[in-house]
Structures are given as C-alpha cells and as structure tokens.
C-alpha cells in the first residue's frame, strides 16, 4: 500500500519518474509522444520532426521506423533521443542543424551554423533554372551567387552533367561547407567556389545562367520570426531594412554577365515578386515570369536577356 508521500507531492513525481524510466518504450511509442510534445510547443511539423530526429538517433531511415515499430528503444538511445528533443522543443533549433543534413531535391545537404538550411520552396529556383537551360544536352555556364551550403548549385549539377557551375559566396565558413557537400556527391570537379561579394568574384566573366536565393528578409521583420530562425546565419537571411539591398543590384547588374539570351532566376519573397520583375524589365529582360512555389506564393522571378 502506498504513503502518502508516495501518492502526493514530491514522492508522487518521483514515483512517476521512475515508471517513465522503467517502462518499455517502442519506436512507436516515442514518436507518438514526441510528436504530441512537439505539437504543444506549436511546431508545425511534430511527427515529422519526431521521426527525423528518432531516425537520426538509430541510424536508420524514416521507413526503418514504422518498418521496426513495434521495436524497443534501450535507454542509452532514449537519453540520447531525450537531448535532441529538448533541443527543437526547448530551444527550437532547426532540425537540419541538429542532425547536420538536410534533404534538398532529394540530395543529402550537410548543414553547419555558418549555412542557412535550404528550403523545400526553393526547390521552384531549381525547376525555374532548369527551365531556362531547355536543352538538357547542351553544355552552359552558370553563375550561383549566395551559394550557402551548395544546394542549389549541388541540384542543378546532379540535373545536368554537361553543366559548368561557378558558385560564389562572401562567407568562407559557407564555401567551404559546400565544397565539402560537392566532394561529398562527386561533383566537385564540375563547380567552382569563389569567395565575393554578387558579381566581384566574375566581373570580366559572362555566363549563360544566373541563379540566385540571396538574403531578402526585411530587418523590420526580426522580431515576428519563426524562432527556429534565430539559429541560422544572419547574414543569409536579411537584406537590409527593406530586404531588398542585395535583390535590386544583383537583378540590375546581371545583363551584364549573361550571354545573349541568357537566363536569370532569382528567389525572392512574394511581396516583393512585383517588384523584382519591374526590375527585370528595365534592365533590359523579357519573357519574365514570376513562378509559385508549392504554397501558392508567388517565390521565383525568371527572365532572359536579349538576343
């Protein structure tokens, strides 16, 4: 029969304390309570988040889980697993950053805190380049500038092995995270890594594409932001005041870097689409296009230049 100090107060929340430890817990279980946890802190994506942080931890992938559900997790795993929760429950850090990867056009993407994790909506930046090389045969130069962690570069390299990638950043922490993730994939010897600043790097070069996601966060927006952001690099996500002091110079200057008719594709965020299009037009572009990524939000400006 239980005291009473066992039934209410501390000895209650050490007696449950103890059961927790002792019970048997199995891949399921895990997920289903982590996911609720999640979901209580307001992450969006609990049970996905849960999973990628569970397969991490076993090594294995997400079909793994559900493939093992009914599988027991030993304790030296669930303390592990228990820091990685706390980490994105407690302090909200990205799950990229915490598991080091990220998967971006179904390319594994190793992410440091020097690189901001890519983003499945610029995906659309992928696709929208690609459209602006419609042979996929033909051999073409492409200028990345902002590369980061290498992913758009890395996608647009794995899509066409005829291309020749020059990929700039002004952070060396970032450039070497992406020569790392182009050695990594093998396509290394496809893609050059300049350290610069928007077209320093290039200015007697010309290419056939330009692509670029550069900062374009407005500083007024700092405080209203996910706090997962608060843990990804400054420097990647902000554009100044109104967040286009990086958007405008590149969109105005790229002609002079394109080959006749070439390409340029910017990401941008939707209220600002408008905007850089105009741009576009009176750098001299035509055929602009502003392209929406899976949400409906208008997220890409693509344009070629004159013959």
């Given amino acids: 029969m239980s005291t009473p100090t ?29 996911a609720d946890y999640f979901a209580s802190k307001g992450i969006e994506t609990a049970r996905l988040d849960a999973e990628c942080l569970l397969a991490h931890v076993l090594s294995v992938d997400r079909l793994r889980l559900y ?9 030296a795993e669930r303390a592990a697993y228990r820091e990685l929760v706390r980490r994105r429950g407690s302090e909200r850090v990205p799950i990229a950053q915490i598991t080091g990867v990220r998967e971006f056009w179904s390319l594994p993407i190793r992410i ?5 994790s890519p983003r499945p909506e ?18 073409a130069r492409v200028l990345e500038i902002g590369t980061g962690s290498g992913a758009l570069a ?12 020059t990929a700039t950043d ?25 350290p610069g600043d928007l077209f320093a790097p290039v200015q007697s070069e010309r290419f056939d594409l330009i692509v670029s996601n550069p900062p374009y966060v407005a500083e007024s927006q700092r405080g209203s932001l996910p706090p997962e952001l608060a843990h990804e690099p400054a420097a990647a996500l902000f554009g100044g005041a109104d967040g286009l ?49 899976l949400a409906g939000r208008d997220r890409v400006v693509a344009a070629r230049g004159g013959g």
């Avoid at 440091?112 to 901001?116: C, E, I, K, Q, S």
């Avoid at 794995?158 to 291309?163: K, V």
């Avoid at 922490?173 to 093998?186: C, D, I, R, S």
């Fill in 6 to 34: 066992e039934t209410t107060g501390a000895g209650a929340t050490r007696r449950a304390r103890e059961e927790h430890s002792e019970k048997v817990w199995t891949v399921l279980e895990l997920l289903r309570w982590t």
């Fill in 67 to 75: 493939l093992d559900f009914d599988k027991p997790v030993n304790e």
């Fill in 112 to 116: 440091t805190p020097a690189v901001l």
């Fill in 122 to 139: 610029s995906e659309t930046l992928v696709a929208a380049a690609l459209e602006l090389l419609p042979d996929p045969e033909a051999p």
């Fill in 154 to 165: 890395l996608a647009l390299a794995s899509e066409r092995p005829r291309l020749r990638i």
């Fill in 170 to 194: 002004i952070s060396p922490a970032a450039l070497a995270v992406a020569l790392g993730n182009a050695e990594g994939l093998g396509v290394a010897e496809r893609i050059r890594f300049l």
């Fill in 245 to 293: 002091a990086l958007l405008e110079p590149l969109v105005r200057a790229a002609r002079e870097h394109l080959e006749a008719g070439g390409g340029l594709a910017v990401e941008c965020a939707p209220p600002q689409a408008d905007r850089v299009a105009g741009w576009c037009r009176e750098a001299g572009f035509h055929s602009v296009t502003k392209r929406r990524d």
